[in-house]
Protein backbone atom coordinates (compact mmCIF):
# COMPACT_ATOMS: atom_id res chain seq x y z
CA UNK A 1 0.00 0.00 0.00
CA UNK A 2 1.43 3.70 -1.01
CA UNK A 3 2.22 5.34 2.06
CA UNK A 4 1.91 9.00 0.81
CA UNK A 5 1.38 10.52 -2.25
CA UNK A 6 3.74 13.15 -4.12
CA UNK A 7 3.04 15.55 -7.56
CA UNK A 8 5.37 18.30 -8.74
CA UNK A 9 3.82 21.37 -9.91
CA UNK A 10 4.95 22.68 -13.26
CA UNK A 11 7.14 25.55 -11.05
CA UNK A 12 8.57 22.53 -9.01
CA UNK A 13 6.63 22.84 -6.05
CA UNK A 14 6.12 19.28 -4.29
CA UNK A 15 3.19 18.41 -2.97
CA UNK A 16 2.30 15.31 -0.84
CA UNK A 17 -0.49 13.88 0.86
CA UNK A 18 -0.96 11.52 3.56
CA UNK A 19 -4.42 9.50 3.58
CA UNK A 20 -5.49 8.68 6.92
CA UNK A 21 -9.36 8.32 6.74
CA UNK A 22 -10.50 7.48 10.43
CA UNK A 23 -9.03 11.05 11.54
CA UNK A 24 -10.69 14.38 12.66
CA UNK A 25 -7.83 16.68 12.18
CA UNK A 26 -5.07 17.44 9.49
CA UNK A 27 -1.66 18.65 9.52
CA UNK A 28 -0.41 21.12 7.18
CA UNK A 29 3.13 21.44 7.10
CA UNK A 30 5.85 23.26 4.73
CA UNK A 31 9.50 22.38 4.82
CA UNK A 32 11.85 25.38 2.72
CA UNK A 33 15.20 23.89 2.55
CA UNK A 34 17.37 26.66 4.21
CA UNK A 35 18.92 26.76 8.32
CA UNK A 36 21.92 27.78 9.64
CA UNK A 37 24.25 25.91 7.40
CA UNK A 38 23.61 28.54 4.59
CA UNK A 39 24.29 31.10 6.74
CA UNK A 40 27.95 33.51 6.94
CA UNK A 41 29.34 34.18 10.16
CA UNK A 42 27.98 37.94 9.65
CA UNK A 43 24.63 36.70 9.17
CA UNK A 44 24.10 33.92 11.53
CA UNK A 45 20.33 33.61 12.41
CA UNK A 46 18.95 35.15 9.06
CA UNK A 47 16.75 31.90 8.57
CA UNK A 48 15.35 31.32 11.87
CA UNK A 49 14.74 35.67 11.61
CA UNK A 50 13.16 35.34 8.49
CA UNK A 51 10.83 32.05 9.74
CA UNK A 52 9.89 35.22 12.78
CA UNK A 53 9.24 37.82 9.98
CA UNK A 54 6.65 35.28 8.10
CA UNK A 55 4.36 35.67 11.07
CA UNK A 56 4.09 39.52 11.06
CA UNK A 57 1.44 39.72 8.59
CA UNK A 58 1.13 39.38 4.57
CA UNK A 59 -0.43 40.88 1.78
CA UNK A 60 -3.62 39.35 2.70
CA UNK A 61 -3.72 39.64 6.27
CA UNK A 62 -2.15 42.82 7.31
CA UNK A 63 -1.18 42.11 10.74
CA UNK A 64 0.24 38.62 12.46
CA UNK A 65 -2.92 38.92 14.94
CA UNK A 66 -5.33 38.90 11.79
CA UNK A 67 -2.74 36.18 10.52
CA UNK A 68 -2.93 34.28 13.66
CA UNK A 69 -7.10 34.83 13.77
CA UNK A 70 -7.46 33.28 10.46
CA UNK A 71 -5.29 30.13 11.36
CA UNK A 72 -7.92 29.93 14.07
CA UNK A 73 -10.80 29.94 12.19
CA UNK A 74 -9.71 26.87 10.38
CA UNK A 75 -8.92 25.16 13.88
CA UNK A 76 -5.19 25.55 13.85
CA UNK A 77 -2.70 27.64 15.48
CA UNK A 78 0.28 28.15 13.06
CA UNK A 79 4.11 27.17 14.03
CA UNK A 80 7.37 26.85 12.71
CA UNK A 81 10.94 26.10 13.57
CA UNK A 82 14.11 26.27 11.95
CA UNK A 83 17.09 24.12 12.32
CA UNK A 84 20.66 23.91 10.32
CA UNK A 85 19.51 22.62 7.36
CA UNK A 86 15.23 23.21 6.71
CA UNK A 87 12.64 25.67 8.20
CA UNK A 88 9.12 23.97 8.98
CA UNK A 89 6.29 25.67 8.97
CA UNK A 90 2.97 23.71 10.24
CA UNK A 91 -0.61 23.83 11.36
CA UNK A 92 -3.51 21.35 12.49
CA UNK A 93 -6.72 22.02 10.64
CA UNK A 94 -10.16 20.89 10.13
CA UNK A 95 -10.52 18.58 7.27
CA UNK A 96 -13.43 20.76 5.88
CA UNK A 97 -10.65 23.63 5.72
CA UNK A 98 -7.85 22.26 4.50
CA UNK A 99 -7.78 24.32 1.51
CA UNK A 100 -7.86 27.64 3.34
CA UNK A 101 -4.99 26.38 5.49
CA UNK A 102 -3.31 25.83 2.25
CA UNK A 103 -3.96 29.45 1.37
CA UNK A 104 -2.71 30.74 4.82
CA UNK A 105 0.87 29.41 4.11
CA UNK A 106 0.85 30.43 0.47
CA UNK A 107 0.33 33.97 1.84
CA UNK A 108 3.02 33.36 4.35
CA UNK A 109 5.70 32.20 2.48
CA UNK A 110 4.64 34.64 -0.69
CA UNK A 111 3.43 37.85 0.39
CA UNK A 112 5.20 38.92 3.53
CA UNK A 113 5.14 42.14 4.52
CA UNK A 114 8.04 42.26 7.02
CA UNK A 115 6.94 44.01 9.44
CA UNK A 116 7.53 45.09 12.79
CA UNK A 117 11.14 44.14 12.24
CA UNK A 118 13.05 46.31 15.42
CA UNK A 119 10.30 44.50 17.97
CA UNK A 120 10.91 41.29 16.05
CA UNK A 121 14.32 41.52 16.22
CA UNK A 122 14.17 42.31 20.66
CA UNK A 123 12.01 39.05 20.63
CA UNK A 124 14.96 37.25 19.25
CA UNK A 125 17.54 38.36 21.42
CA UNK A 126 15.38 37.37 24.50
CA UNK A 127 15.42 33.99 22.55
CA UNK A 128 19.49 33.65 22.26
CA UNK A 129 20.00 35.39 25.82
CA UNK A 130 17.87 32.21 27.25
CA UNK A 131 21.26 30.26 25.49
CA UNK A 132 23.81 32.68 27.61
CA UNK A 133 24.62 32.65 31.78
CA UNK A 134 24.89 36.41 33.55
CA UNK A 135 27.78 36.59 32.33
CA UNK A 136 27.21 36.57 28.39
CA UNK A 137 28.79 32.70 27.98
CA UNK A 138 26.91 29.98 25.97
CA UNK A 139 25.45 27.87 28.59
CA UNK A 140 23.49 25.53 25.72
CA UNK A 141 25.05 22.57 25.60
CA UNK A 142 23.65 21.52 21.86
CA UNK A 143 25.24 25.18 20.77
CA UNK A 144 29.17 24.33 22.58
CA UNK A 145 29.13 20.97 20.71
CA UNK A 146 28.46 22.13 17.76
CA UNK A 147 31.06 24.56 17.87
CA UNK A 148 33.60 21.43 18.77
CA UNK A 149 32.36 19.47 16.69
CA UNK A 150 32.03 21.33 13.58
CA UNK A 151 34.56 24.70 14.11
CA UNK A 152 34.75 27.53 11.68
CA UNK A 153 31.80 25.99 9.66
CA UNK A 154 28.07 26.68 10.04
CA UNK A 155 26.97 23.81 11.46
CA UNK A 156 28.81 24.93 14.64
CA UNK A 157 26.49 27.64 14.56
CA UNK A 158 23.66 28.31 17.15
CA UNK A 159 20.08 28.15 14.76
CA UNK A 160 19.14 31.59 16.68
CA UNK A 161 22.32 33.65 15.55
CA UNK A 162 24.28 35.75 18.40
CA UNK A 163 23.71 38.82 19.25
CA UNK A 164 26.27 41.17 17.07
CA UNK A 165 25.14 39.42 14.15
CA UNK A 166 21.41 39.63 15.17
CA UNK A 167 21.64 42.99 15.72
CA UNK A 168 22.89 43.74 12.25
CA UNK A 169 20.46 42.10 10.27
CA UNK A 170 18.83 44.23 7.85
CA UNK A 171 15.86 44.32 6.17
CA UNK A 172 17.15 44.07 2.96
CA UNK A 173 19.31 41.17 3.61
CA UNK A 174 15.95 39.05 5.03
CA UNK A 175 14.73 39.99 2.15
CA UNK A 176 17.50 39.00 0.08
CA UNK A 177 17.54 35.58 1.81
CA UNK A 178 13.83 35.44 1.54
CA UNK A 179 14.14 36.07 -2.41
CA UNK A 180 17.19 33.16 -2.60
CA UNK A 181 15.44 30.62 -0.74
CA UNK A 182 12.01 30.21 -0.96
CA UNK A 183 11.35 29.33 -3.94
CA UNK A 184 8.99 26.47 -4.91
CA UNK A 185 12.03 24.36 -6.35
CA UNK A 186 13.33 24.66 -2.75
CA UNK A 187 9.56 23.51 -1.01
CA UNK A 188 7.94 20.35 -0.13
CA UNK A 189 3.82 21.32 0.99
CA UNK A 190 2.49 18.02 2.66
CA UNK A 191 -1.30 17.34 4.34
CA UNK A 192 -1.95 14.38 6.31
CA UNK A 193 -5.00 13.70 7.48
CA UNK A 194 -8.78 12.57 5.82
CA UNK A 195 -7.80 13.81 2.35
CA UNK A 196 -8.31 13.51 -1.34
CA UNK A 197 -4.75 13.78 -2.56
CA UNK A 198 -6.55 15.48 -6.38
CA UNK A 199 -7.94 18.47 -3.41
CA UNK A 200 -4.74 18.69 -2.21
CA UNK A 201 -2.42 19.44 -5.15
CA UNK A 202 -6.15 21.67 -6.62
CA UNK A 203 -5.42 23.71 -3.85
CA UNK A 204 -1.93 23.78 -4.28
CA UNK A 205 -2.12 24.91 -7.51
CA UNK A 206 -4.84 27.92 -6.58
CA UNK A 207 -2.44 29.17 -3.90
CA UNK A 208 1.02 28.67 -5.30
CA UNK A 209 1.08 27.98 -9.16
CA UNK A 210 1.70 31.51 -9.56
CA UNK A 211 5.26 31.16 -7.49
CA UNK A 212 8.18 31.49 -9.39
CA UNK A 213 11.81 31.35 -8.01
CA UNK A 214 15.37 29.97 -9.40
CA UNK A 215 17.30 26.73 -7.98
CA UNK A 216 19.19 27.94 -4.45
CA UNK A 217 22.75 27.99 -3.62
CA UNK A 218 24.25 24.94 -2.29
CA UNK A 219 25.44 24.98 1.35
CA UNK A 220 28.84 24.66 2.33
CA UNK A 221 29.80 21.39 2.77
CA UNK A 222 31.77 19.49 5.55
CA UNK A 223 34.74 17.46 4.91
CA UNK A 224 36.59 18.37 7.89
CA UNK A 225 37.13 14.68 10.38
CA UNK A 226 40.46 15.78 11.22
CA UNK A 227 39.61 16.27 15.45
CA UNK A 228 40.77 18.55 17.23
CA UNK A 229 42.94 18.30 19.97
CA UNK A 230 40.95 20.36 23.22
CA UNK A 231 37.97 18.07 23.25
CA UNK A 232 36.19 19.87 26.62
CA UNK A 233 34.88 22.31 26.66
CA UNK A 234 33.92 23.52 30.52
CA UNK A 235 31.83 26.51 31.19
CA UNK A 236 31.11 27.67 34.59
CA UNK A 237 28.25 28.49 35.78
CA UNK A 238 25.43 28.32 38.60
CA UNK A 239 23.24 26.03 39.56
CA UNK A 240 22.98 22.34 42.18
CA UNK A 241 24.24 20.12 39.39
CA UNK A 242 26.47 20.08 36.45
CA UNK A 243 24.88 19.36 33.06
CA UNK A 244 27.64 16.65 30.99
CA UNK A 245 26.85 16.44 27.06
CA UNK A 246 29.01 14.12 25.71
CA UNK A 247 29.33 13.73 21.67
CA UNK A 248 30.46 12.14 18.94
CA UNK A 249 30.92 12.89 15.36
CA UNK A 250 29.67 10.51 12.69
CA UNK A 251 28.63 10.56 8.95
CA UNK A 252 25.55 11.81 7.18
CA UNK A 253 22.32 10.30 6.90
CA UNK A 254 23.27 8.35 3.63
CA UNK A 255 25.87 6.06 5.52
CA UNK A 256 25.35 2.57 4.97
CA UNK A 257 25.79 3.01 9.48
CA UNK A 258 22.49 5.03 9.19
CA UNK A 259 19.95 2.31 10.49
CA UNK A 260 22.85 0.73 12.92
CA UNK A 261 23.03 3.90 14.44
CA UNK A 262 19.65 4.67 14.49
CA UNK A 263 19.38 1.23 16.86
CA UNK A 264 22.74 2.32 18.76
CA UNK A 265 20.77 6.08 20.11
CA UNK A 266 17.89 3.39 21.42
CA UNK A 267 20.00 0.81 23.05
CA UNK A 268 21.87 3.54 24.88
CA UNK A 269 19.02 6.06 26.30
CA UNK A 270 15.49 5.51 24.96
CA UNK A 271 13.15 4.81 27.52
CA UNK A 272 14.13 2.91 31.11
CA UNK A 273 15.67 -0.63 29.95
CA UNK A 274 18.14 1.26 27.93
CA UNK A 275 21.84 0.91 29.16
CA UNK A 276 22.63 4.14 30.15
CA UNK A 277 19.41 4.28 32.18
CA UNK A 278 20.22 0.55 33.39
CA UNK A 279 23.80 1.70 34.62
CA UNK A 280 23.64 5.09 36.13
CA UNK A 281 20.23 5.81 37.91
CA UNK A 282 18.98 2.12 38.54
CA UNK A 283 22.72 0.55 39.01
CA UNK A 284 24.41 3.31 40.30
CA UNK A 285 22.09 5.97 41.25
CA UNK A 286 24.11 9.02 39.81
CA UNK A 287 21.06 10.71 37.86
CA UNK A 288 17.74 11.48 37.54
CA UNK A 289 17.50 10.90 34.03
CA UNK A 290 19.97 10.30 30.94
CA UNK A 291 18.95 10.72 27.29
CA UNK A 292 21.01 9.78 23.79
CA UNK A 293 20.11 11.97 21.08
CA UNK A 294 21.02 11.07 17.28
CA UNK A 295 21.40 14.13 14.34
CA UNK A 296 22.39 13.25 11.04
CA UNK A 297 22.51 15.90 8.37
CA UNK A 298 23.54 15.29 4.56
CA UNK A 299 27.35 14.86 5.37
CA UNK A 300 27.76 15.04 8.71
CA UNK A 301 26.08 14.02 11.87
CA UNK A 302 26.27 13.44 16.08
CA UNK A 303 25.40 11.06 18.61
CA UNK A 304 25.28 13.11 22.14
CA UNK A 305 24.60 11.53 25.71
CA UNK A 306 22.95 14.22 27.52
CA UNK A 307 22.76 14.22 31.63
CA UNK A 308 22.54 16.33 34.84
CA UNK A 309 24.28 15.62 37.61
CA UNK A 310 25.92 16.32 41.15
CA UNK A 311 29.33 17.64 40.95
CA UNK A 312 30.78 14.91 42.98
CA UNK A 313 29.46 12.29 41.09
CA UNK A 314 30.74 14.09 37.88
CA UNK A 315 33.52 12.03 37.36
CA UNK A 316 31.97 8.41 38.53
CA UNK A 317 28.94 9.20 35.66
CA UNK A 318 31.68 9.50 33.13
CA UNK A 319 33.58 6.40 34.03
CA UNK A 320 30.30 4.62 33.80
CA UNK A 321 29.55 6.24 30.34
CA UNK A 322 32.66 5.22 28.91
CA UNK A 323 32.80 2.01 30.40
CA UNK A 324 28.96 1.53 28.26
CA UNK A 325 31.09 2.29 25.03
CA UNK A 326 33.66 0.35 25.86
CA UNK A 327 31.70 -2.53 26.06
CA UNK A 328 30.00 -1.79 22.71
CA UNK A 329 33.34 -2.45 21.44
CA UNK A 330 34.30 -5.42 23.16
CA UNK A 331 31.07 -7.12 23.35
CA UNK A 332 28.31 -7.99 20.73
CA UNK A 333 24.45 -7.00 22.19
CA UNK A 334 22.74 -10.29 22.47
CA UNK A 335 20.19 -11.47 21.32
CA UNK A 336 17.30 -10.86 23.97
CA UNK A 337 18.47 -7.11 24.07
CA UNK A 338 18.58 -6.68 19.96
CA UNK A 339 15.34 -8.18 19.95
CA UNK A 340 13.45 -6.28 22.51
CA UNK A 341 14.83 -2.91 21.09
CA UNK A 342 13.80 -3.93 17.65
CA UNK A 343 10.51 -4.96 18.73
CA UNK A 344 9.97 -1.73 20.57
CA UNK A 345 11.38 0.09 17.61
CA UNK A 346 8.52 -1.95 15.67
CA UNK A 347 6.21 -0.89 18.25
CA UNK A 348 6.48 3.41 17.79
CA UNK A 349 6.44 2.78 13.98
CA UNK A 350 3.02 1.25 13.97
CA UNK A 351 2.17 3.76 16.85
CA UNK A 352 3.18 6.94 14.41
CA UNK A 353 0.99 6.24 12.35
CA UNK A 354 -2.12 7.65 14.40
CA UNK A 355 -0.42 10.63 14.35
CA UNK A 356 -1.43 13.04 11.33
CA UNK A 357 1.75 15.83 12.32
CA UNK A 358 4.41 12.59 12.55
CA UNK A 359 3.12 11.37 9.03
CA UNK A 360 3.30 14.90 7.80
CA UNK A 361 6.85 15.40 9.04
CA UNK A 362 8.13 12.20 7.82
CA UNK A 363 7.23 12.36 4.16
CA UNK A 364 7.47 16.16 4.07
CA UNK A 365 11.08 16.09 5.64
CA UNK A 366 12.13 12.70 3.40
CA UNK A 367 10.88 14.72 0.18
CA UNK A 368 13.16 17.81 1.49
CA UNK A 369 16.36 15.81 1.82
CA UNK A 370 16.22 13.18 -0.38
CA UNK A 371 16.24 10.50 2.61
CA UNK A 372 13.13 8.52 1.86
CA UNK A 373 12.17 7.53 5.11
CA UNK A 374 8.84 5.63 4.57
CA UNK A 375 7.64 3.25 7.73
CA UNK A 376 8.15 0.35 5.13
CA UNK A 377 11.87 1.69 4.47
CA UNK A 378 12.43 1.75 7.90
CA UNK A 379 11.07 -1.64 8.34
CA UNK A 380 13.39 -3.24 6.18
CA UNK A 381 16.26 -1.25 7.54
CA UNK A 382 15.39 -3.11 11.18
CA UNK A 383 15.40 -6.29 9.45
CA UNK A 384 19.19 -5.68 8.12
CA UNK A 385 20.97 -4.75 11.74
CA UNK A 386 22.88 -7.63 13.67
CA UNK A 387 24.68 -7.73 16.80
CA UNK A 388 27.72 -7.90 14.90
CA UNK A 389 26.80 -4.59 12.62
CA UNK A 390 26.38 -3.04 15.88
CA UNK A 391 29.47 -3.70 17.41
CA UNK A 392 31.27 -2.35 13.96
CA UNK A 393 29.55 0.49 13.98
CA UNK A 394 30.14 1.68 17.48
CA UNK A 395 33.86 0.58 17.01
CA UNK A 396 34.31 2.94 14.30
CA UNK A 397 32.45 5.78 15.27
CA UNK A 398 32.54 5.76 19.06
CA UNK A 399 36.00 6.47 19.54
CA UNK A 400 38.70 8.86 21.71
CA UNK A 401 39.19 10.85 18.15
CA UNK A 402 35.30 11.39 17.23
CA UNK A 403 34.54 12.46 20.84
CA UNK A 404 33.71 15.92 21.93
CA UNK A 405 32.61 17.09 25.46
CA UNK A 406 30.81 19.86 27.21
CA UNK A 407 30.75 20.62 30.94
CA UNK A 408 28.70 23.37 31.99
CA UNK A 409 27.92 24.32 35.87
CA UNK A 410 29.36 24.50 39.64
CA UNK A 411 32.11 22.18 38.70
CA UNK A 412 35.31 22.55 40.68
CA UNK A 413 38.75 22.01 39.78
CA UNK A 414 39.41 18.78 41.51
CA UNK A 415 36.67 17.60 39.38
CA UNK A 416 37.72 19.44 36.11
CA UNK A 417 41.00 17.69 36.08
CA UNK A 418 39.38 13.84 37.23
CA UNK A 419 36.92 14.35 34.37
CA UNK A 420 39.67 15.32 31.74
CA UNK A 421 41.93 12.21 33.40
CA UNK A 422 39.39 9.87 32.88
CA UNK A 423 38.66 11.03 29.35
CA UNK A 424 42.56 11.19 28.65
CA UNK A 425 43.08 7.93 29.76
CA UNK A 426 39.99 6.49 27.78
CA UNK A 427 41.20 4.13 24.99
CA UNK A 428 37.91 3.42 22.87
CA UNK A 429 38.02 -0.21 20.54
CA UNK A 430 41.03 -2.09 20.68
CA UNK A 431 42.76 -2.85 17.52
CA UNK A 432 40.89 -6.03 15.64
Given amino acids: MTEYLCDTLANGLRVISVPMPHHHSAEVMIYVGVGSRYETASKAGV ?16 SGLTLERAFEAVGGSANAA ?34 DIEMERRVILEEAM ?10 NSDN ?96 SQVSLQ ?26 GMSRLMLRL ?23 AIDLAVS ?17 LHSTEVDSDELDHILNCYRCDLDYSRDQVDEMALRYTWGEMTGCHRTIANDLAAIDTVTSAGLRQTAREFITPTNLRGAIVGPYRTRERKEVEKIIAEWQGPEPS
Avoid at 84 to 113: D, K, W, Y
Avoid at 130 to 139: A, F, K, M, P, V
Avoid at 198 to 210: I, L, M, R, S
Avoid at 246 to 271: C, E, I, M, Q
Wanted: with cysteine; charged share 20%; proline share 5%.
Fill in 246 to 271: LAFLLPGRDSKHTANLRVLRRLLGWG
Fill in 144 to 239: IIATLLFPNHPLGQPTVGNRPAIERLTLRQLQQHHATYYTPHNTVLAVAGPVNHQQVVAAAKAHFDQWQGAKVPAAKAWTDFSGTDRPLRWVRDAG
Fill in 82 to 115: TDSETTCFHSRVHPNHIAEGIGLFGSMLQRPLFK
Fill in 47 to 62: SHFLEHMLFKGTADFP
Fill in 281 to 303: REELGLTYAVDAALALYADAGTL
Fill in 130 to 139: GDLNETGRQI
Fill in 311 to 327: TENLGKATTAILEIFSE
